[in-house]
């Protein structure tokens, strides 16, 4: 237990300040048990009683911590979601959602999901921003199958949804991109063979994201993330990572700061421990929207973060280093690309992440007929296929086409994200998914391409799962009054955020709600006035 401090976060709920009552009811269902513990419980009871015999606890609490969460039950409109109790929103059939920690794939890992998807999920599957699967459809009975499924290819669901460290995103080229600064690869598998599904951190204060990434294309979005490393070569100790702290978005969006450290490949995972344990002693556990990270941060400032975890946790000073260039190009890996070993990799948006078991299985067929059988999902509802032969990549994107997934596609399709939106979750207010693969076809068959990218985010509630505040055309799901004062879904725009060079959340425009139906008048308006007046050279974030 770490001393007092208590000029502190007084009455925060914090551990190391001797706040251990839990003051609210998802603090309370992790005292009472931990969540990994449920396990036990659907392998030997929920399996054999079904829906109906599950602890109430269990199913709105702790079975996040396996990657289980009710969905949605379907006809219920997004203007009752504030008002209805979880029990009458609820579905009786659950989203699971499987972590691929840095998007490593493996062809017979992408087959396993595939099959599971089309036994035991009515074939769905979403590509998630975060290097994940979701899969739609499950029933409790299957669950434990379905683990005994994707553990015994090397994949999990532990701790891919709940109060804990989610998956690691790390860059879909590390080890091979030609650019690369470093490889983050090792750290990443250290940290998930360490920590991940253990009890030293399956009781945080809220979920915890981290990012790795040498690649200087900073493809992972280490801005939002509660801790982050991102490649930058030091000009004694060589290639290495910068350290930063306290991203998120939801609804006090925050940008990750610098702690100004330079960490080494080989001490990522005990500088990510010393991170995550400030945030599990340290954390506001008192109200759940002051819980993540990135209220410490902003309370204490990053010099007296860098000191507690230096001091107190590492017990040793870290190096101070240089900051990252920051990344100018695409942060994406859409399109064909050489690797340094002079094969080539082959990057893929399915519009909106949405693809299905069977096209998943197809593409694991794919990638082996033509690769190695290594693949990577993206941090932007993608996938890369690697090490393809230069006489096999005509063949390969004949084939990737058959599936409808063009490696040059329009900048609509190539950068359009939604979250999973009223289909699913229990939070929406609007349609997404469907909304935003409709939108893609709208704009394209009236605008045709555009030659800068453009980002357009849609999300189904302000929690901004796809990234709403750092899109250059992010939206908000809310219920709107049209002109004839007819409640409708719509959206709130927040224009020009962005990442990188030009890192920042998108303005909220107050006037600017827009019903559903009126998106692509809309963005056509805001494209066709870019293109009127923009000067030589400019993209669309400028
Ligand atoms: Fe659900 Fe809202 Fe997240 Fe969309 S942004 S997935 S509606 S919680």
């Keep these: 237990m770490h001393h007092r401090r208590p000029d502190a976060g007084r009455g925060q709920g914090q551990w190391a300040l001797g706040h251990r009552e839990p003051l609210n009811p998802n603090e309370r269902a992790k005292r009472d048990d931990d969540g990994l513990h449920c396990r036990a419980r659907i392998e030997s009871t929920y399996r054999h009683t079904g829906f109906d015999g599950i602890d109430p606890t269990d199913l709105r609490s702790r079975f996040r911590w396996w990657g289980l969460y009710t969905q949605r039950a379907p006809g219920i409109d997004g203007g009752r979601t504030a008002v209805l109790a979880p029990e009458e929103l609820e579905d009786r059939y659950f989203m699971l959602r499987i972590r691929v920690d840095g998007g490593l794939l493996t062809t017979e890992q992408l087959r396993t999901i595939g099959t599971v998807s089309s036994r035991y999920a009515r074939d769905s599957a979403d590509l998630t921003d975060r290097q994940n699967v979701q899969l739609h459809w499950v029933r409790i009975e299957d669950v434990p199958d379905i683990w005994a499924a994707v553990e015994g290819v090397g994949l999990t669901t532990a701790e891919a949804c709940g109060d804990t460290p989610r998956v690691i995103l790390g860059s879909p080229v590390a080890g091979i991109a030609a650019d690369e600064i470093i490889d983050g690869t090792p750290a990443i598998r250290e940290i998930v063979r360490r920590f991940v599904g253990t009890e030293e951190f399956s009781n945080l204060p809220r979920k915890f994201k981290t990012a790795i990434s040498g690649s200087p294309r900073q493809d992972v979005a280490h801005e939002i993330h509660d801790v982050a490393f991102v490649g930058v070569v030091h000009p004694e100790h060589g290639p290495g990572f910068d350290l930063w702290v306290g991203g998120g978005l939801s609804t006090n969006p925050m940008l990750a700061q610098r702690l100004g450290a330079w960490v080494p490949l080989s001490e990522v995972p005990d500088v990510w421990a010393g991170v995550v344990s400030i945030f599990r002693d340290f954390g506001y556990r008192r109200l759940r929207n002051r819980a993540r990270l990135k209220f410490l941060v902003a309370d204490w400032g990053v010099r007296r973060f860098r000191e507690v975890l230096e ?103 190539r950068n359009m994200m939604a979250c999973t939106g009223l289909e699913f979750c229990k939070l929406a207010i609007v349609e997404t998914k469907a909304r935003g693969i409709a939108l893609v076809d709208e704009l394209e068959s009236r605008l045709g391409d555009l030659d800068v990218p453009l980002t357009i985010n849609l999300n189904g509630c302000p929690n901004a799962c796809a990234r709403t505040q750092i899109a250059d055309i992010g ?39 827009l019903a559903g139906d009126d998106v692509a008048d809309y963005v056509e308006r805001v494209v066709r006035s870019f293109q009127a007046e923009r000067e030589p050279g400019e993209r669309f974030a400028q």
């Design 311 to 413: 001091q107190e946790y590492l017990h040793r000073p870290l190096l101070d280093g240089p900051a990252p260039v920051p990344a100018t190009g695409a942060r994406d890996h859409v399109g064909v690309h050489p690797q340094r070993d002079g094969r080539w990799y082959v990057g893929v948006n399915p519009t909106v992440g949405r693809v299905s078991g069977t096209v998943l299985t197809r593409l694991a067929d794919l990638a082996e007929a033509h690769g190695s059988g290594r693949l990577r999902l993206t941090s932007d509802q993608g996938l890369v296929l690697l090490d393809i032969a230069a006489d096999k990549l005509d063949s390969l994107t004949a084939g990737l086409a058959e599936l409808g997934l063009s490696t040059t596609p329009s900048t609509f399709r």
């Design 475 to 513: 939206l908000k799901g809310m219920i709107v009054t049209t002109p004839a004062g007819e409640q409708v879904e719509g959206f709130q725009v927040h224009l020009g955020g962005g990442l990188g060079l030009d890192a920042g959340f998108g303005r909220k425009l107050r006037g600017q709600k």
